[in-house]
């Protein structure tokens, strides 16, 4: 498939690599609601947690990483039940799958910075989910995946795949770095993390809240 480099001229040299690398077809299924663990559809702009399967904690939520400074990437706290997580669709009242999102945490942090998701290089082929994204970048475009088959409830992945020909298109999983830090990340050997969706409202919680580091 040919891309052309001039349709991204205005963006940074760390996402045109992504051009250089494997691509996949855009994902051709029908989108459908996203629903979260009582079975309503995912509001747009309502605070979620993320958890895995197998537990009602170890949420998704923010931390240091390698340089140890700011912007803060997206981690799994096992002990944690997780930061609120805030999806936004535009022009829809609802998440649907397959669709292209932007992700942020509506919380406070010790950075003072945007908390919008986006892939921040560190490495060859290899990118953190990091944070103090713009939401008119492509490097901020996230889809949410269903798991296909028959299942007791439905199951989900995210993926890094903007709606844009010859882009990366990959699932977003887990890298455990030197010190044992669990990094939402996309690249080679990086296996989808499932997940589902939580309203954060049924704890209470449903409003900004301050967030800090540990």
Known sequence: MKVSIAKFHSLPLCFLLLLAINTQPLLAA???????????????????????????????????????TCPLDVIRDPSFIGSPVRFHASGLNHIPTLTDLTIDFPVVTVCNQPTVWRLSKEGSGFWFVSTRGNPQDL????????????????????????????????????????????????????????????????????????????
């Open 139 to 214: 490097i901020t475009k996230f889809k949410i995946e269903r798991l296909e088959g028959d299942h007791a409830y439905e199951i989900y992945s995210f993926k890094f795949c903007p709606s844009v020909p010859g882009v990366l298109c990959a699932p977003v999983g887990t890298f455990v770095d030197a010190d044992g830090t669990k990094v939402m990340a996309v690249g080679d050997n990086i296996d989808p993390y499932y997940v589902r969706f939580q309203k954060v409202s049924t704890f209470g919680q449903d409003k900004k809240q301050p967030f800090s580091i540990v």
């Open 30 to 68: 029908e989108p459908e609601p996203v629903v979260d663990k009582q079975g309503n559809p995912l509001v747009p702009g309502v605070g979620y947690y993320v958890w895995p399967l197998w537990a009602d904690n170890g949420g998704l939520t923010l931390g240091q990483t390698r340089n140890k």
